[in-house]
């Protein structure tokens, strides 16, 4: 039982370890070996129901006469004198219980792998390995109990948690000394469970569709092959011939093929290793590769793509070299790294946050550079950020495929090394305002070429491609600081052009006022002048008239004016030619001077015409 909690525990939290809490997490090992203890479990349940269907006592036996047994006859154990065959149905118990135990084992492994793995604490693994240590001795216990009873197979299942237990604790307290590689021991212990738990799902799966075996041949079903293994001693032909002729009744002493190929296994292998040494000495390039061919340790061609023949090993080496393969290389500390775990993305996806180009944010491939600034009259030092990536190949002629296997060891690593020095002595005479205004075909193309000139003196056999600026921004944490002095400067050329079109519509509408004005004045002047002619004219005319007729232009006159000035009013007009009648006569006329008289007919008497 504790097998199977231990189980049940390792896949809840290969699922979830959050949603386990017993202090730390369960790791891979703890799970691995709490599904050997699960197969352990598996033999000792299986194993005991098949002792105890053993134990039942035996049906009545019938008398003699054919006829029953008396009521009171003592049922005898089977043990008790021989009788027929009986097929036994305890069996199918022990066939559910070994499916599910062994499913539950291989489903804790599985999960284990599928997992992410846990951080655990060196002291955590300390205390733990010491722990899975010491837990194997109580089980070597019982396996040495059981060793005597080898028709049970009980023994070689508890050789699978006694193995898992020892391998993983070891394989912890060599991690928590720091050593890495003990990690495939837990690999190997993982694999080794799950192979032993399908071996026996399996053994279940074919035991269900065989008839029920009587109860003197009925054997537990949780044995394995791959258990019974596991043996500190090395395997024999003998132990071997043993087992099969225990399992499936094959005696291989018998058997005169088997005879004959122990006899030829040493010239057939001889000749087979032989054949297998010729044939390092056949090598095939595919197109995009090319190979340096030593022999005996000197390089004497370079051999193209296709199937070559040459010397075996060690005498001839073959040292493939790439032909036309391109490498896009960011230049950042850690590229390698983080370009590893840049994830594909479709044509038609959206595009991840790693391939935002917005330089308010951090970027995977950038780097920060110190670039030389003047501020003031004083020389200082701004930081600016840099996107830049390199596409190289390995140069492709033969000497440049002899340089390359002799001198790099790490192309990446060269390339980005140069391209971080070239960069440095660059930045060394810019400034920023300088470098983000400067025209980014004309700067890669500067760039490459010095780039290009440090990998030929270093004789690296590497053709830099091309030199790709993605982005040149002050960092990112200047963002908000860098965009205020944007907006500034824009709200400053906004406030400048406002005011100079305000001062614009200011000049244009009092020129349009002057302009109104000296037209307006302009036009007053050719009126009054235009009065004026007009009334020199009249003046003219009146005083040539008044000179050729001075009473008629006196009288015209005064008719003028009384008319202009009895225009609205009823006038009755009283003639003197009128008859003299009965009538009468209302004469308006002023009266008379004494010694004037009235005017004749066809005269007028016109006060102002008279001479002053």
């Known amino acids: 039982m504790f097998g199977v909690l231990g189980a049940w525990l390792a896949a809840a939290s290969a699922i979830d370890p959050a949603a386990i809490r017993l202090g730390y997490p369960l790791p891979a090992a703890t799970v691995f070996a709490a599904a050997s203890l699960v197969i352990a479990a598996d033999g000792l349940l299986c194993t005991g129901l098949v002792v105890r269907a053993k134990a039942l006592p035996l049906p009545l036996r019938e008398g003699a006469g054919g006829k029953g047994t008396a009521p009171g006859a003592i049922r005898q154990p089977y043990s008790a004198g021989p009788r027929p065959p009986t097929p036994s149905r305890k069996g199918r118990g022990s066939v559910l219980i070994n499916a599910l135990l062994a499913l539950l084992a291989g489903a804790g492994c599985v999960l284990a792998w599928r997992g992410a793995p846990v951080p655990v604490n060196g002291d955590v693994r300390v205390i733990g390995g010491f722990v899975l240590v010491l837990g194997a001795f109580p089980v070597l216990v019982l396996e040495r109990t059981f060793a005597g009873m080898a028709a049970w197979g009980l023994a070689f299942l508890l050789r699978v948690p006694l193995a898992a237990l020892l391998g993983v604790?070891?394989?912890?307290?060599?991690q928590a000394a720091g050593f890495a590689w003990p990690g495939w021991i837990e690999q190997a212990v993982g694999a080794l469970v799950l192979l032993v738990a399908v071996e026996l799902l399996l053994r279940s799966l074919a035991t269900a569709f065989q008839p029920p075996a009587p109860?003197?041949?009925?054997?537990?079903?949780?044995?394995?092959?791959?258990?019974?293994?596991?043996?500190?001693?090395?395997?024999?032909?003998?132990g071997l011939n043993a087992a099969l002729?225990?399992?499936?009744?094959?005696?291989?002493?018998?058997?005169?093929?088997?005879?004959?190929?122990?006899?030829?296994?040493?010239?057939?292998?001889?000749?087979?290793?032989?054949?297998?040494?010729?044939?390092?000495?056949?090598?095939?390039?595919?197109?995009?590769?090319?190979?340096v061919y030593e022999?005996?340790?000197v390089p004497v061609a370079v051999l193209g793509s296709g199937l070559h023949l040459h010397l075996p090993w060690p005498f001839g080496i073959l040292r493939p070299v790439e032909l036309g393969v391109l490498h896009d290389v960011p230049v950042s500390f850690d590229a390698a790294s983080r370009s590893a775990s840049t994830p594909v993305v479709g044509a038609e996806a959206m595009p991840p946050p790693s391939e935002d180009r917005l330089w308010d944010g951090t970027h995977p491939a950038e780097t920060t550079y110190l670039i030389a600034s003047e501020e003031t009259g004083r020389q200082g030092f701004q930081i600016v950020d840099l996107d830049l990536r390199l596409?190289?190949?390995?140069?492709?002629?033969?000497?440049a495929a002899l340089e390359a296997v002799a001198n790099d060891a790490d192309p990446d690593r060269l390339v980005r090394s140069v391209a971080a020095q070239v960069l440095v002595q660059n930045f060394a005479h810019l400034r920023l305002t300088d470098l983000l205004t400067a025209d980014r075909d004309s700067l890669a193309a500067t760039l490459r070429q010095q780039m290009q000139q440090k990998l030929g003196a270093l004789r690296s056999g590497i053709d830099l491609v091309g030199v790709v600026i993605e982005a040149i921004h002050p960092p990112p944490a200047a963002a908000s600081a860098y965009h205020a002095?944007?907006?500034?400067?824009?709200?400053?050329?906004?406030?400048?052009a406002d005011q100079t079109g305000q001062a614009a519509d200011s000049r244009s509408l009092a020129q349009q006022t002057v302009a109104y004005e000296l037209d307006a004045a302009d036009g007053q002047a050719a009126t009054t002048l235009g009065h004026a002619r007009g009334d020199a004219a009249l003046f003219a005319g009146d005083e040539q008239a008044y000179g050729e007729s001075r009473q008629a232009f006196l009288l015209e006159r005064w008719f003028s004016d009384v008319t202009r000035?009895?225009?609205?009013?009823?006038?009755?007009?009283?003639?003197?030619?009128?008859?003299?009648?009965?009538?009468?006569?209302i004469d308006l006329r002023p009266p008379m001077a004494p010694g004037q008289t009235l005017p004749g007919p066809g005269e007028l008497h016109h006060p102002q015409a008279e001479p002053n």
């Open 169 to 174: 604790g070891v394989s912890e307290l060599l």
């Open 215 to 238: 109860i003197e041949d009925l054997q537990p079903i949780a044995r394995s092959l791959l258990a019974r293994a596991i043996r500190p001693t090395r395997p024999t032909l003998l």
């Open 245 to 291: 002729e225990q399992q499936v009744g094959i005696d291989l002493r018998r058997s005169w093929a088997l005879s004959f190929a122990a006899r030829a296994a040493v010239p057939v292998a001889f000749g087979i290793a032989i054949l297998a040494w010729g044939v390092t000495g056949l090598t095939a390039l595919r197109l995009d590769q090319r190979a």
């Open 295 to 297: 022999r005996l340790g």
């Open 391 to 399: 596409i190289w190949r390995l140069g492709l002629s033969d000497q």
């Open 485 to 496: 002095v944007q907006a500034a400067g824009i709200r400053a050329e906004i406030a400048v």
């Open 565 to 585: 000035a009895l225009g609205g009013t009823e006038l009755l007009i009283v003639d003197h030619r009128l008859a003299h009648g009965p009538a009468p006569t």
